[in-house]
């Protein structure tokens, strides 16, 4: 059964950082693409972040291109977003996922799970 848990997440002021982790079993990373999703209360969920696990390439929303960067620790068999300069809008419940498409993270695999709370604050 695949099963990705999230977290590290928390409430930081603006301008700070946290480091997410998403954290697999029943799952061998470097067969997927990697994602992280964020879903802000009454808005849609929104794709942050893809990693292709084959070549490591990696897609970033406008929205925080320049400021979070995902990596994959092969060791731990985890995958991380480092989030910086956190704004406000980045207040959201943030989830990852793995996909059959690694370069675009569009074919999702596995189901939603809790997610992990990153709230910023002004």
């Known amino acids: 059964e695949v099963q990705l848990v999230e977290s590290g997440g928390g409430l930081v002021q603006a301008g700070g950082s946290l480091r997410l982790s998403c954290a697999a079993s029943?799952?061998?990373?470097?067969?997927?693409?990697i994602g992280w999703f964020r879903q802000a209360p009454g808005k849609e969920r929104e794709k942050v972040s893809c990693l292709n696990s084959r070549d490591g390439s990696q897609y970033y929303a406008d929205s925080v291109k320049g400021r979070f960067t995902i990596s994959r620790d092969n060791d731990k068999n985890t995958v991380s977003l480092q989030m910086n300069s956190l704004k406000r809008e980045d207040s959201a419940v943030y989830y990852c996922r793995g996909s059959l498409s690694r370069t675009s993270c569009s074919i999702l695999v596995g189901s939603w799970g809790q997610g992990t709370q990153v709230t910023v604050s002004s």
């Open positions: 029943g799952f061998t990373f470097a067969d997927y693409g």
